[in-house]
């Protein structure tokens, strides 16, 4: 049985029990993240904690947690859920109210965190992704736990054999449906810029960061769908699936194969910096 972080407690998951008003419930009014777990250790705490509080700032919420008190409750929260490898959920939501689209007078925000156990594979599998149309709101930059357009979309990707769906909007790509997609064309790693089109992920950031220290060339830019189309190769990044290599786009397999060579470059890397990550905390990768 896992233990989760509910109203300053710790808990069984099981034993959680949320009020039919809290606006989470009710409007989906809340933020929330998804942090990886490796080697007993949370990947990348600061730029998520940061990522938090802009999220918790554009819905006119302060953190209800100092930085410290989110980082000494997720540390205990992983040590509960015995260390290793795992995936960290926490939202905040603006708590109990009687129903009400506008903010309630004196709001009492809510704090819940939970952990899975993270079972990753040391290699990604290539994974079949489909093009969607994006038809969610104009905030994608806010982590909201409003996810309905979010979970149609998946849905359809899902339900067409396909892990993601690659979203466009306006004929540009902006995002997967719970990822970043990266694109390689010529040599150059691109990916979109950071907008209210798409959420900036840490994964992205970090992907970034490894492959310009790899000296391949990169562009945060526009990718048009016959840019995305033609590609040698895509990825897509997120904190659940790390950096993924897609198979194939909308049925079609990739021009460069996949995984590709850029990818394989990046990938090593990343497994280097999260054995480094875990190794300069003391602890191994389990
Ligand atoms: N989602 N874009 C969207 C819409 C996402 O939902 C996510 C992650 C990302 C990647 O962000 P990061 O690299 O910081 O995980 C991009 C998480 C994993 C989720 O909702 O479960």
Same mark, same amino acid.
């Given at each position: 049985m896992s233990t989760a972080y509910f109203k300053g407690d710790f808990m069984p998951l099981e034993a959680v029990r949320v009020s039919p008003l809290d606006r989470g419930y009710l409007l989906g009014?809340?933020?929330?993240?998804?942090? #990886? !777990?490796?080697?007993?250790? $949370?990947?990348?705490?600061?730029?998520?904690?940061?990522?938090?509080?802009?999220?918790?700032?554009?819905?006119?919420?302060? &953190? #209800?947690?100092?930085? &410290?008190?989110? !980082?000494?409750?997720?540390?205990?929260?992983?040590?509960?859920?015995?260390?290793? /490898?795992?995936?960290?959920?926490?939202?905040?939501?603006?708590? +109990?109210?009687?129903?009400?689209?506008?903010? #309630?007078?004196?709001?009492?925000?809510? !704090?819940?965190?939970? &952990?899975?156990?993270?079972?990753?594979?040391?290699?990604? /599998? #290539? $994974?079949?992704?489909?093009?969607?149309n994006d038809n969610r709101w104009g905030r994608c930059d806010i982590k909201a736990i409003a996810l309905l357009p979010n979970v149609l979309l998946r849905q359809e990707a899902v339900s067409a054999g396909a892990g993601e769906a690659i979203l466009l909007r306006d004929g540009l790509v902006t995002e997967g449906a719970a990822s970043n !997609?990266?694109?390689?064309?010529?040599?150059?790693? $691109?990916?979109?810029?950071? &907008?209210?089109?798409?959420?900036?992920?840490?994964?992205?950031?970090?992907?970034? +960061?490894l492959a310009s220290a790899a000296g391949i060339p990169c562009e945060e830019c526009d990718i048009s769908e016959a840019a995305l189309r033609s590609a040698d190769e895509i990825w897509v990044t997120s904190s659940t699936m790390e950096i993924t290599p897609v198979s194939r786009l909308d049925g079609r397999p990739l021009i460069g194969g996949a995984p590709g060579p850029l990818w394989q470059q990046v990938f090593e890397r990343f497994l280097a910096f999260k054995s480094d990550f875990a190794k300069a905390l003391g602890e191994t990768i389990a």
């Open positions: 009014d809340g933020v929330y993240e998804v942090v #990886p !777990v490796y080697g007993g250790r $949370m990947f990348c705490t600061d730029a998520h904690l940061d990522r938090l509080e802009r999220s918790l700032g554009a819905i006119a919420m302060k &953190s #209800p947690l100092s930085r &410290s008190a989110w !980082v000494d409750m997720l540390d205990t929260l992983i040590a509960r859920n015995g260390g290793g /490898e795992q995936s960290l959920y926490f939202q905040v939501t603006r708590g +109990e109210a009687p129903r009400n689209h506008a903010f #309630p007078q004196a709001p009492r925000p809510l !704090v819940f965190a939970m &952990s899975k156990p993270g079972h990753r594979r040391a290699y990604p /599998e #290539p $994974m079949p992704a489909v093009t969607r !997609v990266f694109v390689v064309a010529d040599g150059v790693l $691109m990916t979109p810029p950071k &907008s209210s089109k798409i959420l900036a992920g840490i994964t992205r950031d970090v992907t970034l +960061e």
